[in-house]
Each structure stands twice: as structure tokens, then as C-alpha cells.
């Protein structure tokens, strides 16, 4: 079966950093996303890998492990608005977003 | 501004009632998709459509159907709702490929909070 893996909470404080894991299975890959969604709203588009390594943007990276099906992302420089959940979905051989339940991420002053 | 709209934004409905969830893009896109947000779980598909004309079944089609009559509208119909269709409802749209990232990013509408007693 497909299985997604992220931790359902996790508590960062202002200005520090913060590395939000996601291990998948999939019956084939064709690229990973993630998204944010604060609450109550959409989620919305943050990154996307398709080669092993890590992709940078600003404060936000994502990183790629093809062989360990494993990624993260990494938030720098932790503002208060970046409280949201984070969304890991990887694309499957039939290029279907496969998406985790979401790590909740809550920012302390 | 360019995007998905969704109506209604909430509903309460009684079960065995009927319910159409209306979508629509104006950003000419392709596919189309509706998804349930559930607490504890990931986004489920529920269906989809990659072109104006055609359909098909995701994750979870059981209890709802959708038509695709044009490009721009995406409607997800319950025929008879049952308390488990309780849910948060997204819709979203992609192209086939975003020029920037490469990639099929999906842009999410606001979202139907709808509760079935």
C-alpha cells in the first residue's frame, strides 16, 4: 500500500529553525510537493522536488532522498505566520498526489 | 482575481437530502479535482477530471458524482448524504505542466465546510 509518514505536531520558537520530516511509499515517483495550509484555509503551493537534493527558496528549502523515500522541509528564520500545518504529498506512477495527514507546526515567541 | 471559487462556503444538511458543492476556475486549467479534508488524515481524492468532457473516480467516489460540461465549472453532487460525508470540501485545478516549477501544481479553492446531521 501507499503510505505517507510526517509528525502530527511539532513547536518551534521565533527566528529559529525548524525541519519538518516526511517518509513515503509509493507505487512508483514522480515528484514530491509540499503545501501549506494555515487554518481554516487552502492549502497552498510551497515546493516541489523530482531530483535527489535540495531546493531552495527563500527561507523555505526541501529536500530529496529518492533511494531513502524521505523528505523534509526546512524553515529558517521562524515568523509567527508561519504557524500552519505542512503538507507532504508524493506523485505515484499514475501522477496521483498521494497526500499525509500534515505536521501541524506551531511558532512560540 | 484569478482562482477557484466554491459555494457554499458552509452548509448544514439533513441526511438523505441532496447537495450540490459548485466550483469554478477562471484560469482556464485543464484538470480539476474535488478532495474531503478529514482531521487525522491526509486529503482525499474524490474525483477528478483531466479534461472538460471526461471523469473519473479517486480515492473515495462512494455517494457522490460530478459532471464536467466545460472548461470553468466543476460541480461534486451528494445524492443522498450520509453523517460520514460530514467533511471539509476542496476544490482545485492544475495545468498540465507550471513553467516555473515544471511541475502540475494544484490551486486550491477556499473550501465547503459541510455537516450532515
Same mark, same amino acid.
Given at each position: 500500500?501507499?503510505?505517507?509518514?510526517?509528525?502530527?505536531?511539532?513547536?518551534?520558537?521565533?527566528?529559529?529553525?525548524?525541519?519538518?520530516?516526511?517518509?513515503?511509499?509509493?507505487?512508483?515517483?514522480?515528484?514530491?510537493?509540499?503545501?501549506?495550509?494555515?487554518?481554516?484555509?487552502?492549502?497552498?503551493?510551497?515546493?516541489?522536488?523530482?531530483?535527489?537534493?535540495?531546493?531552495?527558496?527563500?527561507?523555505?528549502?526541501?529536500f530529496l532522498s529518492r533511494s531513502k523515500g524521505y523528505s523534509y522541509l526546512l524553515l529558517k528564520e521562524l515568523q509567527m505566520k508561519d504557524s500552519a500545518s505542512y503538507l507532504?504529498?508524493?506523485?505515484?506512477?499514475?501522477?496521483?498526489?498521494?497526500?499525509?495527514?500534515?505536521?501541524?507546526?506551531?511558532?512560540?515567541? | 482575481?484569478?482562482?477557484?471559487?466554491?459555494?457554499?462556503?458552509?452548509?448544514?444538511?439533513?441526511?438523505?437530502?441532496?447537495?450540490?458543492?459548485?466550483?469554478?476556475?477562471?484560469?482556464?486549467?485543464?484538470?480539476?479535482?474535488?478532495?474531503?479534508?478529514?482531521?487525522?488524515?491526509?486529503?482525499?481524492?474524490?474525483h477528478y477530471s483531466n479534461t472538460a468532457g471526461t471523469t473519473g473516480k479517486g480515492e473515495v467516489p462512494d455517494g457522490y458524482s460530478v459532471s464536467? =460540461? &466545460?472548461?470553468?465549472? $466543476?460541480?461534486?453532487?451528494?445524492?443522498?448524504? %450520509?453523517?460520514?460525508?460530514?467533511?471539509?470540501?476542496?476544490?482545485?485545478?492544475?495545468?498540465?505542466?507550471?513553467?516555473?516549477?515544471? =511541475? &502540475?501544481?494544484?490551486? $486550491?479553492?477556499?473550501?465547503?465546510?459541510?455537516? %450532515?446531521?
Amino acid at each position: 500500500g501507499q503510505n505517507i509518514d510526517q509528525p502530527t505536531e511539532m513547536t518551534a520558537t521565533e527566528g529559529a529553525i525548524v525541519q519538518i520530516n516526511c517518509t513515503y511509499q509509493t507505487s512508483g515517483f514522480n515528484g514530491l510537493f509540499w503545501y501549506q495550509q494555515h487554518a481554516g484555509e487552502a492549502p497552498t503551493f510551497l515546493s516541489y522536488n523530482v531530483l535527489d537534493g535540495l531546493e531552495e527558496k527563500g527561507r523555505f528549502s526541501s529536500f530529496l532522498s529518492r533511494s531513502k523515500g524521505y523528505s523534509y522541509l526546512l524553515l529558517k528564520e521562524l515568523q509567527m505566520k508561519d504557524s500552519a500545518s505542512y503538507l507532504c504529498a508524493p506523485i505515484d506512477s499514475n501522477y496521483q498526489l498521494i497526500w499525509g495527514a500534515g505536521t501541524k507546526l506551531i511558532i512560540k515567541p | 482575481t484569478a482562482g477557484i471559487t466554491q459555494a457554499p462556503t458552509s452548509q448544514i444538511l439533513a441526511a438523505g437530502r441532496s447537495m450540490t458543492l459548485r466550483c469554478t476556475q477562471d484560469m482556464r486549467h485543464n484538470a480539476m479535482y474535488w478532495y474531503r479534508q478529514d482531521l487525522g488524515l491526509g486529503l482525499r481524492l474524490i474525483h477528478y477530471s483531466n479534461t472538460a468532457g471526461t471523469t473519473g473516480k479517486g480515492e473515495v467516489p462512494d455517494g457522490y458524482s460530478v459532471s464536467r =460540461a &466545460n472548461t470553468d465549472d $466543476f460541480p461534486l453532487t451528494l445524492a443522498s448524504a %450520509v453523517p460520514s460525508q460530514t467533511s471539509v470540501y476542496f476544490c482545485a485545478s492544475s495545468d498540465s505542466w507550471d513553467s516555473g516549477t515544471g =511541475a &502540475n501544481v494544484l490551486t $486550491f479553492g477556499a473550501g465547503s465546510r459541510l455537516t %450532515v446531521l
